[in-house]
Nanobody
Framework: QAQFVESGGGLVQPGGSLILSCEAS??????????IGWFRQAPGKEREGVVC??????????YYVDSAKGRFTITRGNAKNTIYLQMNSLKPEDTAVYYC????????????????????WGQGTQVTVSS
């Protein structure tokens, strides 16, 4: 059973930066195809896809929610099976619990942004942007 563990959340002032980490076990980022995503859920709101991507040997694609474009970046770490979310110019509206998720390599290969598209979830890490 795949497991995802997020870390790196915390309290940051508006305009600040954070780097979230997601360590995956039982879920390989070395496969020819994999799909992962960072989601967030603010109090009273539905969970939404922030950055979602798939990677194949022949290429891949990445989706950024409009509010994250130009500020957030997803990267794969040198450490095996680790994904990072670099968040810059943070705003109070970025306050949420952030989750890392993985999708089994089945079905149509495309960027998946719906919560229901993902099979494995971490426990989440709280990000609070406040002065």
């Amino acid at each position: 059973q795949a497991q995802f563990v997020e870390s790196g959340g915390g309290l940051v002032q508006p305009g600040g930066s954070l780097i979230l980490s997601c360590e995956a076990s039982g879920f390989s980022l070395e496969l020819d195809y994999y799909a992962i995503g960072w989601f967030r859920q603010a109090p009273g709101k539905e969970r939404e896809g922030v950055v979602c991507m798939y990677s194949r040997v022949s290429g891949g694609a990445t989706y950024y929610v409009d509010s994250a474009k130009g500020r957030f970046t997803i990267t794969r770490g040198n450490a095996k099976n680790t994904i990072y979310l670099q968040m810059n110019s943070l705003k109070p509206e970025d306050t949420a619990v952030y989750y890392c998720a993985g999708r089994r390599p089945i079905g149509t290969i495309a960027v998946r942004t719906a919560v229901s598209d993902y099979d494995y979830w971490g426990q989440g890490t709280q990000v609070t942007v406040s002065s």
